[in-house]
């Protein structure tokens, strides 16, 4: 396997440590994100996601343990965070809060012109960026960032991001709050922008369903702690533990679980609505399903 | 017993007016909003809403973003008054700021972010706040307070600053606010959009049992699981009620929700596949229970 983009290892961060209001929010967490893949990290509110993306780019410095972002050490202070954050961009929750520039392009300029970049090369980025959201820039360029729908300005802060041209993408929750058509649009320019070579996502969230989508790996964070990890495959097949910590299962399989439970199909790691399918298909066949046998659930 | 009769007298001495007694719970008529109206860059939010809400009903209002729910939510207790059109709540119209009070103690609203809502520094007096206000006695203050805090499990930690609960406990702390004011509507405005998997459960399977007992519910939601939950769905597009009906009928209809840039529910779409494999399964199922029981009736 080659080398990792993102190690961490025994991370731990107490939030206003030394006095009585501390609060242990990682307790030693160690992972790693590697070339090509999505990694998810769910876990309960207050799990620690939020302050475990923070130190990927360098927002939030380590008190113990190391983040280390290719060669480059983030628990030492002379470390270069742009240089740092050319190569992880994070996305916070809500981001399109924090535009603040008045036009768009000028807005998804500011993160490459804060690293310096020459003029030229920045508008080649805007571009890009622009480009690769769907708000092309000949179009958007100029319209002012306030007259942008909920949806159109969620994706103009992630061409913000997008414009640093980075190696690995940060994701807090970046759909809460779309709609369906938003949601779709926002996860599908995802997979194209990591279809390419030596990108990654780390991607957190409280969309179940959408996570089992994406994600290749999963990691399940509790009370600062890795719970669990491994595959979406594998994590998502571990109902009762995800119950235990209070996390819903993907809509697919609670339906399975549901049916598990009932004694009518045999436990299997079924995740998608494809593979789904087939078992409740062969489910419907045991019996000569007439118009008699199916229950017609009346209006409400 | 004679209270009965007293109440009876007391009626009698205030008799109320006669709309008000065959008047909706809530009636929205031809209701437009513009934002900055007068003011340059005009941003039309509602262009003419009618709509009506009966007590102890339970409505899902969904919509693409930008399609005018959170504005349309606004309006339900006089947050917002209409830019043209009329809002009656119990026949009482919204614009007059004689009924300010009475009107925000008949409908009460919780939004996605509790933070923007809690004011105080202990729990038992944020929940206070809002019927302090009423100019309620003492002893009937304390009841109220008493109670809310129980329906959502909060006895235990009254004194307790609000600071140091956690997201959904504050999600919690917001909704017991709204309820301290005993209002016959509560509007959830995304309500749970923040919260994890069993914070959202808690708040649902609260709001299940006050509607229950009688409250009317009207939630604004993205979640398609959440709307499935309600009798009546209200689809908004671009400020315009695109179309109400019963949840089932609206929310199985695969073409016009797509139309709108909307999902079927989770289940619904494992149902649709279903029947489209094997006509007899019914296609119109809305929730994972509903699902497995027509399941479990085909392998009767």
């Known amino acids: 396997m080659s080398a990792p983009l993102i190690a961490v290892r025994g991370l ?5 440590p030394g006095t009585p209001f501390a609060t242990a929010a990682l307790r030693g967490i160690s992972f790693a994100v590697y070339p090509g893949e999505v990694v998810g990290i769910i876990g309960p509110t207050g799990s620690g996601k939020s302050t475990l993306l923070q130190h990927l780019d360098g927002l939030l410095r380590p008190q113990a343990g ?18 740092v954050r050319t190569r992880v961009a994070l996305l916070f929750q809500n981001p399109e809060d924090q535009l603040f520039e008045q036009y768009v392009a000028d807005d998804v300029a500011y993160g490459p012109l804060q690293l310096g970049l020459p003029r030229d090369e920045v508008r080649a980025r805007v571009r890009r960026a622009m480009a690769a959201v769907g708000l092309p820039a000949e179009v958007y360029g100029d319209r002012l960032t306030q007259g942008l729908s909920g949806g159109e300005r969620r994706r103009a ?30 996860i599908a320019l995802l997979q194209d922008w990591r279809c390419q070579a030596d990108r990654a996502i780390v991607w957190a969230s409280h969309a179940m369903d959408e996570v089992a989508l994406l994600a290749d790996r999963v990691v399940v964070l509790d009370e600062g702690r890795v719970a669990l990890e491994g595959t979406a495959r594998e994590v998502f097949g571990r109902d009762a533990a995800l119950a235990a910590l209070g996390l819903e299962a993907p809509a697919v399989r609670q339906v399975l679980g549901a049916l598990v439970q009932a004694g009518l199909l045999p436990p299997s790691d079924a995740l998608t609505v494809e593979e789904a399918v087939p078992l409740l298909e062969s489910l419907v066949g045991q019996s000569d399903l007439g118009e008699t046998a199916v229950p017609t659930v009346s209006a409400s | 017993m004679t209270d009965w009769q007293s109440g009876e007298s007391a009626i009698q001495r205030t008799p109320a007016p006669a709309q008000e007694a065959i008047a909706p719970l809530l009636r929205l008529q031809g209701v437009h909003h513009t934002y900055n109206a007068g003011a340059g860059r005009e941003i039309p939010a509602l262009r ?12 899902a209002i969904v919509g693409a973003n930008g399609s005018g729910k959170s504005t349309l939510a ?5 947050l917002l008054v209409p830019t043209a059109g009329h809002v009656w709540v119990r026949g009482l119209d919204t614009r007059d700021p004689a009924h300010r009070r009475t009107i925000r103690h008949t409908v009460a609203m919780v939004f ?32 109220r307070v008493d109670w809310a805090l129980e329906v959502v499990g909060l006895a235990g930690l009254r ?28 509007v959830l405005d995304e309500a749970t959009a923040m919260l994890d998997a069993a914070g959202r459960q808690a708040v649902h399977a609260i709001v299940g049992q006050l509607h229950q007992q009688g409250m009317a519910v009207v939630a604004v939601t993205q979640d398609m699981a959440e709307a499935a939950r309600a009798g009546r769905v209200v689809v908004l597009a671009a400020g315009q009620v695109a179309r109400q009906g019963p949840t089932r009928e609206v929310l199985t209809d695969a073409a016009f929700l797509n139309e709108h840039g909307l999902d079927m529910p989770p289940a619904t779409r494992l149902a649709r596949l279903l029947h489209a494999r094997r006509p007899a399964f019914p296609p119109d199922l809305l929730t994972p229970q509903e699902l497995v029981a027509a399941l479990r009736g085909g392998a009767r």
């Open chain 2, 74 to 78: 606004r309006h339900m207790n006089g």
């Open chain 2, 48 to 59: 003419g809403v009618d709509l009506e809400i009966a007590a102890g009903e339970h409505i």
């Open chain 1, 12 to 16: 731990e961060y107490t939030y206003r």
């Open chain 2, 112 to 143: 996605q972010d509790p933070d923007t809502q809690i004011i105080s520094t202990v729990v038992e007096e944020d929940t206070a706040f809002g019927p302090e206000n009423l100019g309620l006695p003492r002893a009937e203050l304390r009841e």
């Open chain 1, 157 to 186: 802060a992630l061409a913000g991001v997008l414009a640093l041209e980075p190696q690995v993408l940060v994701l807090d929750e970046p759909t809460v709050g779309l709609d369906p058509r938003g949601r779709h649009e926002l």
């Open chain 2, 159 to 186: 004194r307790r600053s609000p600071q140091h609960l956690s997201g959904g406990q504050r999600q919690r702390l917001a909704l017991a606010g709204a309820l301290a004011m005993r209002p016959a509507c509560l």
């Open chain 1, 66 to 83: 190391t983040v280390r972002v290719g060669d480059l050490d983030l628990a030492d202070r002379a470390t270069d965070l742009r240089a």
